[in-house]
C-alpha cells in the first residue's frame, strides 16, 4: 500500500455517533495530514502534525479531532458534532512541507 | 492564507492531442508546486513537481511551468493516451513545513 495504510475502507456512521478512521505509515515520515475530498470541492484540509505529541487545525476542523501518540499513527475521530460527515477522507505523509506528499488509499465514510 | 484556483475543471481532448491545465495562485512567498493523478477510486499519486528556482521541468511527456511574476503554473501534457485519463490536482504551499493548499482539480478525458 506505499508505506501508508488507511482502514477501514468503508465506514458506515449512524446520526450522533463518533467514529474513527485509522492512518498508519512506515516511511519514517515526520509530517502527516488529513484532507477531505468532495465531489467538485478538491482537498480540504482537516487536520495536520508535523511532530509527536503536537497538531494544528486545518481549514475545516471543526467536528473532527485528531491524536498523535506515535510517529507512526494519525488517526481521526469523526465526531457527532460534524453534521456533514459523509465524504472520502484521505491521510497523507511527507518529509515536510516542501516534498510531496505519499497519500493511503482513503476511507470513504457514509451517514446512514 | 493561500488560495489555488485551478482551470479548466473538466477537460476532453482527442488522444494524441495535448493538454494543458493552468493553476494560479495568491501567496508571493509559495515556492513549491506539486501536480497529483488522481484515477477513479484510487489514491491521488504525485507526477511531478517543481520549485521557484526553476522555470520549467520535463518529465517525458508531462512538463509543468512556472511563472513566479504572474504567480501562475502549468500541467502539459504531450501526445495524451487514453490512461491519463483521470481528475489531476495543482497544489502550493511555502517554505517550512506549510501544508499543501490544493486546486479543485481538473477531470481530464482523453477520447481514442
Known amino acids: 500500500d506505499g508505506g501508508i495504510t488507511q482502514s477501514p475502507k468503508y465506514l458506515f456512521r449512524k446520526e450522533g455517533q463518533n467514529v474513527t478512521l485509522s492512518c498508519e505509515q512506515n516511511?519514517?515520515?515526520?509530517?502527516m495530514y488529513w484532507y477531505r475530498q468532495d465531489p467538485g470541492q478538491g482537498l480540504r484540509l482537516i487536520y495536520y502534525?508535523?511532530?509527536?505529541?503536537?497538531?494544528q487545525k486545518g481549514d475545516i476542523a471543526e467536528g473532527y479531532s485528531v491524536s498523535r501518540e506515535k510517529k507512526e499513527s494519525f488517526p481521526l475521530t469523526v465526531t457527532s458534532a460534524q453534521k456533514n460527515p459523509t465524504a472520502f477522507y484521505l491521510c497523507?505523509?511527507?518529509?515536510?512541507?516542501?516534498?510531496?506528499?505519499?497519500f493511503g488509499s482513503g476511507t470513504r465514510l457514509t451517514v446512514v | 492564507g493561500e488560495n489555488v484556483e485551478q482551470h479548466p475543471s473538466t477537460l476532453s481532448v482527442q488522444e494524441g492531442d495535448s493538454a494543458v491545465i493552468k493553476c494560479t495562485y495568491s501567496?508571493?512567498?509559495?515556492?513549491?508546486f506539486p501536480w497529483y493523478k488522481q484515477e477513479l477510486g484510487k489514491r491521488p499519486q504525485l507526477i511531478i513537481d517543481?520549485?521557484?528556482?526553476?522555470g520549467e521541468k520535463k518529465d517525458q511527456r508531462i512538463a509543468v511551468t512556472l511563472n513566479k511574476t504572474a504567480k501562475h503554473f502549468s500541467l502539459h501534457i504531450t501526445e495524451t493516451q487514453p490512461e491519463d485519463s483521470a481528475v489531476y490536482f495543482c497544489?502550493?504551499?511555502?517554505?517550512?513545513?506549510?501544508?499543501?493548499?490544493f486546486g479543485k482539480g481538473t477531470r481530464l478525458s482523453v477520447i481514442a
Open positions: 497523507a505523509s511527507s518529509q515536510g512541507g516542501q516534498y510531496g506528499y505519499t
Open positions: 517543481i520549485r521557484s528556482n526553476v
Open positions: 497544489a502550493a504551499s511555502s517554505e517550512g513545513n506549510t501544508p499543501l493548499v
Open positions: 516511511l519514517n515520515h515526520d509530517a
Open positions: 502534525s508535523q511532530i509527536v505529541n503536537d497538531f
Open positions: 501567496d508571493s512567498a509559495s515556492n513549491y
